[in-house]
């Protein structure tokens, strides 16, 4: 059961190709940038920074991308405020603009967050059944 899940999750990661490239440069755009961190934190206070999802942890890649698909305006915000040319802040520029991601994160909300939600719920009970996933 397990295996399965993990093969449909990474399906989905591999049909969302450019949301993958909107995770993977939006948690390198503020690892290490403290003027970008403060920056997100003054556009978008009380919400936490980008996942770091983790391909070997079942659901972080999902969660990532619930993550912008909830707060993807204010997201494409900050984006576009940066100042600096960052290779990384150049193709998160371009890739909030594009209209697939954001269609393909309103596909992704609509139809995989009660998944996310079921999971995160396995995995929080101490049931027998959490510990295959882990």
């Known amino acids: 059961m397990a ?3 993990n093969r449909f999750l990474e ?3 591999e049909s969302f190709l450019e949301i993958n490239k909107l995770i993977n440069n939006g948690k390198k755009a503020f690892l290490k940038a403290p003027s970008r961190i403060n920056k997100y934190r003054k556009e978008m206070p009380g919400i936490p920074l980008p996942h770091k999802p ?3 942890i079942l659901g972080t890649w999902l969660n ?3 993550f912008y698909a909830n707060d993807f305006e204010e997201f494409k915000n900050v984006i576009d405020s940066l100042t600096d040319d960052a290779t990384t802040v ?3 520029k371009q890739l909030v603009q594009n209209n697939a991601v ?3 994160l309103a596909f992704i909300k609509l139809h995989l ?3 996310s939600m079921n999971l995160k719920n ?3 009970s101490n049931s027998e059944l959490a510990w295959i996933f882990l």
Do not use: M, P, Q, Y
Request: with cysteine; net charge neutral; aromatic share 0%.
């Open 54 to 56: 983790i391909i070997t």
């Open 11 to 13: 399906k989905i990661r």
């Open 90 to 92: 150049e193709k998160l």
């Open 3 to 5: 295996h399965t899940v």
């Open 122 to 124: 396995l995995l929080d």
């Open 102 to 104: 954001k269609c393909g």
């Open 113 to 115: 967050s009660e998944l």
């Open 64 to 66: 990532a991308e619930l």
